[in-house]
């Protein structure tokens, strides 16, 4: 049964043995990914016209963007190896921040990749530099806030995914689990290769539907009721990998960070 406790020991990390060594490597992996982001994702051509206040030349503003971008990258590089120095943890956490925010303004869609911007602000406070790291910081006990940044970030995946399934549930019913017609109309427009071949197998499409709220619904019961969200984590991967073999839809800025926040751990049973 759910209570105050099971939540308090997932948010503070009691059956952790090595919550810092956890918190370094989940450091290391959202580095790297806001970095592959800013330098692949995100093409400052795009923002110019945001950027009038800043000289109402396109030229000046396309190159105020790409020293942004340039030193976003520097800095978020720097942090991923370790560097503790506070003015850089913050300037990279304010470029990426804003990179997704003039890329909302320009697409007008929901950035996905949010939780990247929590996490981020999160571990920039902690003390995320000892382990794995180019630079040698002097070494602390972990905090109460060290074990909440692992904590906050496994319980917002899990709810992220319930939340994933609500929207489903509440927009078109239990009729998108049972159907299959959603994946079947996406795999028409926009389907892979090997995707296009299930069209040819409806009862297919139908069990991945299910399959689909089956995993959305189970990843927060298996994190709050249990002790094996490292099983649901590593199928979590599997999922998504499949989802991107038929679709094209890669959720990679998500289950990359499972790895140190779910599988990689010294865990108590």
């Given at each position: 049964m759910l209570n105050i406790e099971k939540i308090e020991a997932i948010l503070f990390q009691e059956n952790n043995n090595e919550p810092l060594r956890t918190l370094c490597l989940f450091r290391f992996f959202l580095c790297v990914t806001c970095v592959i982001f800013l330098a692949f994702e995100f093409n400052p051509i795009f923002y110019v016209k945001y950027a009038s206040i800043i000289s109402p030349s396109a030229i000046t503003?396309?190159?105020?963007?790409?020293?942004?971008?340039?030193?976003?990258?520097?800095?978020?590089?720097?942090?991923?190896?370790?560097?503790?120095?506070?003015?850089?943890?913050?300037?990279?956490?304010?470029?990426?921040?804003?990179?997704?925010?003039?890329?909302?303004l320009i697409t007008k869609n929901f950035n996905y990749n949010t939780h990247l911007i929590f996490f981020l602000l999160l571990i920039t406070f902690s003390n995320c530099s000892y382990y794995f790291s180019f630079f040698k910081s002097k070494l602390n006990n972990a905090t109460n806030y060290d074990k909440f940044c692992i904590g906050f970030a496994k319980l917002y995946i899990g709810f992220l995914y319930f939340q994933s399934f609500l929207s489903k549930v509440v927009n078109s019913g239990v009729h998108w689990?049972?159907?299959?017609?959603?994946?079947?109309?996406?795999?028409?427009?926009?389907?892979?290769?090997?995707?296009?071949?299930?069209?040819?197998?409806?009862?297919?499409?139908?069990?991945?539907?299910?399959?689909?709220?089956?995993?959305?619904?189970?990843?927060?019961?298996?994190?709050?009721?249990?002790?094996?969200?490292?099983?649901?984590?590593?199928?979590?991967?599997?999922?998504?990998?499949?989802?991107?073999?038929?679709?094209?839809?890669?959720?990679?800025?998500?289950?990359?960070?499972?790895?140190?926040?779910?599988?990689?751990?010294?865990?108590?049973?």
């Amino acid at each position: 049964m759910l209570n105050i406790e099971k939540i308090e020991a997932i948010l503070f990390q009691e059956n952790n043995n090595e919550p810092l060594r956890t918190l370094c490597l989940f450091r290391f992996f959202l580095c790297v990914t806001c970095v592959i982001f800013l330098a692949f994702e995100f093409n400052p051509i795009f923002y110019v016209k945001y950027a009038s206040i800043i000289s109402p030349s396109a030229i000046t503003s396309l190159c105020f963007f790409n020293l942004a971008k340039t030193v976003g990258i520097l800095f978020g590089i720097l942090f991923a190896i370790g560097c503790d120095l506070l003015i850089i943890k913050l300037t990279f956490l304010i470029v990426f921040t804003c990179f997704n925010f003039y890329s909302y303004l320009i697409t007008k869609n929901f950035n996905y990749n949010t939780h990247l911007i929590f996490f981020l602000l999160l571990i920039t406070f902690s003390n995320c530099s000892y382990y794995f790291s180019f630079f040698k910081s002097k070494l602390n006990n972990a905090t109460n806030y060290d074990k909440f940044c692992i904590g906050f970030a496994k319980l917002y995946i899990g709810f992220l995914y319930f939340q994933s399934f609500l929207s489903k549930v509440v927009n078109s019913g239990v009729h998108w689990f049972t159907s299959g017609d959603t994946i079947k109309t996406y795999l028409i427009l926009k389907g892979t290769y090997i995707g296009k071949l299930f069209l040819s197998f409806p009862f297919l499409l139908k069990i991945i539907s299910g399959f689909t709220g089956l995993f959305e619904l189970s990843f927060i019961i298996v994190l709050l009721f249990t002790n094996k969200d490292k099983y649901i984590a590593i199928l979590a991967i599997i999922f998504h990998v499949g989802i991107f073999l038929l679709m094209d839809i890669s959720f990679w800025f998500l289950w990359i960070l499972f790895f140190p926040l779910f599988i990689y751990r010294t865990t108590k049973f």
